[in-house]
């Protein structure tokens, strides 16, 4: 360059659907303060179809430097090199300042834009130049969430003999993942794979966990973090149920049971599911005959063959706990289907969602496995039972809530590979079964994932391009309008069940968390990561790491493999007895002031 | 059939009315939610997809945007929020500048302006052809009553016809269409009851009010034109014509109002988005209406006289609309979208000819 370092700044408009987002006329207005910024255009007031414009800038100015600022800052990066190199600079003279990629994606997140930009002025990764000091780091960790993300970081920490807290909010740790009957692409029975974890998480001696349990409150600073965590009353001692089950099998009480999707009953007295970790029961006091009709039952206490075991005075505890880390591992919610209600889920009793059918396909489901009609039971309500019917037509209807501007924007990325392998299972269980899958985007993104597409096409499953627009009961059967895209008709079928693919969405619970960390959300809710593709497993609050869905719909090899990173994040940490502070507590003023001293360096070298 | 890729078509399309369209990721969403479409004529869907891609050709041949009556179903649930039927409702003020021959269509359409300049010129015209009839209100009423006969006649013979055979043109011959000759006859008379009672709304659902709002209009407005023009229903005497006329004439000017109305409070897809020609069009229907229902009034209450002023307006306003609003503006889709079903008909009669349905 003509070495002197004299830069323009484009900022590249930021809206991608949302309206809060970062103030990028704030950043124009800090940036021109930072030396060598000569020029600065905003996107609304330069058309990027004419390069001449750039190009006469560049001269008249005696330019050598172009920064590209803003969310997609690399679109616009061959526009203005092609500029740069008419005019006499070099292409590699075309910096990005990615407001995305350091999580800067808010309104409130301005302060943080500024810095990168300032980063990218200097010519210093942001990374370098926002490097926070280090602590020291108590070697317990606290794993938030016990899924399949919580479960893997937990038993990599806890095999590195640290010792691990686990919190779960639920009976069971298993999330998920517990749920689902086969995994895609390979059809591996997911329980095969998830039970085995389960059980030593359960049994190990590094891990404390806690199910029923939520994380109340959290003080102090990275490294030294007390967490207040509020175990909720189980009603039952823990330590000496034998977990026989008497309890339940005479409980008068029927209500829908979490973990079966809720097409299933189950008693006030519980474990979810029979593989349950750990494997005790719980009362659940909303639904207790004894508890809210003042002891008007009592039946699971007479019939307990432990004495004192169930103890309905038992209250709710709140126990306190030091860690160095804490892994966020908070999942998912699944989209509210009965939002779109073009589909009629809750109207038509045999549209379902996919986690209902995941269930109803899974052996230890209510039916044993057979795929039958949803029927009322004598008290009306709607449940599966064996003994129903067999629907023969069954659709698959994709992107239910995901890809949808009324909705969810993004895509869910699981739906299209889960929806085959539901299409599969319910040939698999009903050979002579009429299976269509309707889809947008068939979007098979990973490693056997095109071919175990091409494996389901083959299988004699109707896969239809086209969205289907409206679903209607028809006499028994469910009526479907579609446009079959590649067959150029319009389809109206009438099929006798209809499934859901809904998307993933971000829990309550993760919103809650985060503010309680310190930790952002972006605007869908999904929490940010330290750097979108660098670092996409700490925060920028130090010691608190993310895993698994909570962080951005993914699969569960994607979420294996994040959970393992953020192990590893956490056990460096403890290795080495010290642990960065949070990024966000740097001022702005500080990193620009480390990125001036590091550009001296660096220059001092050449 | 090779054929240009027109790249600037979104530009010009964007002139009459549709921006977002571009944002259509063809899910067929709204094709399956449209209660009009048929295998034969897939839209919105496959119109987008043209629009999308440049085939100005094939849109000029594409009758499908005269099919959709625009219920707002394919907006409200798009999941792109591409709005579909403001794109189908801008194709059709763009195919009918296509039609129309002479360009000044194409001229008012974009270009509000020269719109506006012309209605001014008529006005003035009319003012000076008074001027040189001493404003005598015999002689300008004689004049008027003529004028409007030789007016009907001129657009018919001159613009619309031409317009239609250019329509017939674009999307029978140009397309290619080989319908056997009886379908031409037996479209005929579905044409000819279709031009005036658009039932074909009926397949759409929650349609009935608005369809029956359009039908008083279509049906009040054209009486009037006979009443006035045939009957001369400012010069008779016979009350049973002067009565129709008021009931026609009211019809127009209370229901045009209420459409207005219903324009103005967007409650709906369909009249979210409105083009200055639907508001020309729609405020002239409603002055004609109310300026005619005034005059005759007046003429009943001997105040016409002392108050011609109310002919002179309602005079300008007739020539307006007949010169310039009926021949080069949305007044034409009356003629289109029921010769839309005719040919629409004879493409499905041909594929079914050449067994390809």
């Known amino acids: 360059m003509g070495e002197n370092n004299l830069t323009a700044i484009y900022f590249c408009k930021l809206s991608n659907g949302h309206t809060d987002v970062v103030d990028n006329l704030a950043v124009e207005e800090y940036a021109k303060k930072i030396p060598n910024v000569r020029i600065t255009w905003q996107a609304a007031d330069l058309s990027l179809t004419n390069p001449d414009f750039i190009v006469n800038s560049v001269k008249e100015n005696n330019l050598s430097r172009i920064i590209i600022a803003g969310d997609e800052a690399g679109m616009y990066k061959s526009f203005f090199a092609k500029a740069l190199v008419?005019?006499?600079?070099?292409?590699?003279?075309?910096?990005?300042?990615?407001?995305?990629?350091?999580?800067?994606?808010?309104?409130?997140?301005?302060d943080r834009a500024k810095a990168i930009v300032a980063c990218a002025v200097y010519g210093v990764a942001f990374e370098e130049a926002a490097k926070p000091d280090v602590a020291d780091v108590n070697p317990n960790t606290l794993v938030i969430g016990g899924g399949i993300a919580g479960i893997q970081a937990s038993l990599e920490i806890a095999g590195g003999n640290q010792k691990v807290f686990l919190v779960e909010k639920t009976g069971t740790i298993g999330g998920h993942m517990a749920m689902f009957d086969k995994t895609f692409p390979t059809l591996d029975c997911a329980a095969c794979i998830l039970t085995p974890k389960m059980v030593d998480v359960g049994q190990h001696p590094n891990i404390d966990l806690m199910n029923y349990s939520e994380v109340q409150s959290v003080e102090g600073v990275p490294g030294d973090y007390k967490v207040k965590i509020l175990k909720k009353a189980k009603f039952v001692d823990s330590s000496t149920c034998i977990g026989c089950g008497t309890c339940s099998e005479k409980c008068p009480v029927k209500v829908p049971s979490e973990f079966d999707s809720e097409i299933s009953l189950r008693k006030a007295i519980y474990i979810p599911f029979?593989?349950?970790?750990?494997?005790?029961?719980?009362?659940?006091?909303?639904?207790?005959?004894?508890?809210?009709?003042n002891g008007k039952c009592g039946v699971c206490q007479k019939v307990c063959p432990v004495p004192d075991c169930i103890d309905y005075t038992m209250k709710d505890e709140v126990v306190e706990i030091n860690v160095g880390n804490i892994i966020v591992s908070t999942g998912f919610k699944?989209?509210?289907?009965?939002?779109?209600d073009q589909f009629g889920y809750g109207k038509f009793p045999n549209v379902l969602t996919s986690l209902e059918l995941e269930r109803l396909i899974n052996a230890a489901g209510p039916t044993e496995g057979n795929i039958v009609y949803r029927t009322q039971d004598k008290k009306g309500n709607?449940?599966?039972q064996d003994g129903a019917?067999?629907?023969?037509?069954?659709?698959?209807?994709?992107?239910?809530?995901?890809?949808?501007?009324?909705?969810?924007?993004?895509?869910?990325?699981?739906?299209?590979?889960?929806s085959l392998k539901l299409a599969h299972l319910v040939k698999e269980k009903i050979p002579q079964a009429d299976v269509s899958e309707f889809y947008i985007d068939m979007r098979a993104f990973g490693k056997g994932y095109e071919e175990f597409y091409e494996r389901i096409d083959n299988e004699g499953i109707n896969i239809i391009r086209g969205r289907t627009a409206t679903v209607e009961q028809c006499g028994k059967q469910l009526k479907l309008r579609s446009e079959d895209i590649e067959g150029s008709k319009i389809l109206e079928e009438n099929f006798d069940m209809v499934v859901l693919a809904v998307g993933l969405e971000a829990n309550k619970d993760s919103l809650d968390l985060a503010k309680m960390l310190g930790v952002t959300v972006d605007q869908d809710g999904w929490l940010n990561e330290a750097n979108y593709i660098g670092d996409p497993v700490n925060t920028f609050t130090g010691g608190i790491s993310i895993a698994g869905v909570c962080q951005g719909p993914k699969d569960i090899p994607d979420t294996v493999a994040q959970a393992s990173a953020a192990a590893s994040r956490v056990l460096q940490s403890i290795l080495n007895g010290k642990i960065n502070k949070s990024i966000k507590d740097l001022s702005l003023e500080s990193i620009e002031s480390r990125a001036k001293e590091l550009s001296k360096i660096m220059e001092g070298k050449v | 059939m090779s054929q240009r890729v027109n790249p600037n078509l979104k530009k010009d399309l964007s002139k009459y009315g549709s921006k977002d369209w571009n944002e259509c990721f063809h899910c067929g969403n709204c094709t399956a939610i449209c209660q009009l479409t048929e295998n034969e004529s897939l839209f919105p869907r496959k119109t987008i997809r043209q629009a999308q891609m440049g085939l100005k050709d094939s849109l000029i041949s594409n009758v499908d945007p005269w099919l959709c009556y625009y219920c707002g179903d394919c907006s409200e649930s798009c999941p792109r929020d591409a709005n579909p039927g403001e794109l189908m409702m801008a194709l059709r003020r763009w195919q009918t500048v296509k039609y129309e021959w002479t360009g000044l269509a194409g001229l008012f359409y974009k270009s509000l302006a020269s719109l506006i300049i012309a209605l001014v010129l008529v006005a003035i015209a009319i003012f000076a052809i008074a001027y040189t009839k001493d404003f005598n209100h015999e002689a300008l009423m004689h004049f008027g009553h003529s004028l409007e006969f030789w007016l009907i006649i001129c657009v018919f013979s001159i613009i619309l016809v031409p317009n239609l055979i250019r329509m017939f043109y674009f999307t029978v011959i140009k397309a290619k269409v080989k319908a056997p000759f009886g379908s031409y006859i037996s479209g005929f008379f579905f044409l000819i009851g279709h031009m005036f009672t658009q039932i074909r709304t009926f397949k759409c659902d929650k349609q009935t009010t608005r369809w029956l709002a359009h039908f008083l209009v279509v049906s009040g407005y054209l009486s009037l034109l006979v009443i006035t023009v045939f009957l001369n229903w400012f010069g008779t005497e016979n009350q049973l014509i002067i009565n129709l006329g008021y009931i026609t004439g009211g019809l127009v000017f209370i229901f045009t109002f209420i459409l207005i109305i219903s324009r103005l409070s967007k409650n709906r897809e369909l009249n979210k988005y409105s083009h200055s020609t639907d508001w020309f069009f729609i405020i002239w229907l409603f002055l004609m209406g109310l300026t005619a229902f005034l005059v005759r009034l007046f003429i009943d209450i001997d105040m016409l006289t002392n108050n011609f002023w109310l002919y002179m307006i309602h005079l300008m306003i007739i020539t307006q609309w007949g010169l310039l609003l009926v021949p080069f503006g949305k007044?034409?889709?009356?003629?289109?979208?029921?010769?839309?079903v005719y040919f629409s008909n004879l493409k499905i009669a041909g594929l079914k000819k050449q067994g390809k349905l």
């Open chain 1, 86 to 110: 008419k005019a006499g600079g070099k292409p590699e003279n075309v910096l990005l300042a990615s407001f995305k990629e350091y999580g800067a994606l808010k309104k409130s997140d301005t």
């Open chain 1, 274 to 293: 029979p593989q349950a970790v750990p494997n005790k029961y719980i009362l659940d006091a909303e639904n207790c005959r004894y508890i809210q009709e």
């Open chain 1, 334 to 340: 699944t989209f509210d289907a009965k939002k779109a």
């Open chain 1, 382 to 384: 709607w449940i599966f």
């Open chain 1, 389 to 418: 019917g067999v629907p023969n037509k069954v659709a698959v209807i994709h992107c239910v809530g995901s890809r949808d501007e009324n909705y969810n924007k993004y895509c869910s990325k699981v739906c299209c590979m889960y």
């Open chain 2, 331 to 340: 007044w034409t889709h009356f003629l289109y979208r029921s010769f839309a």
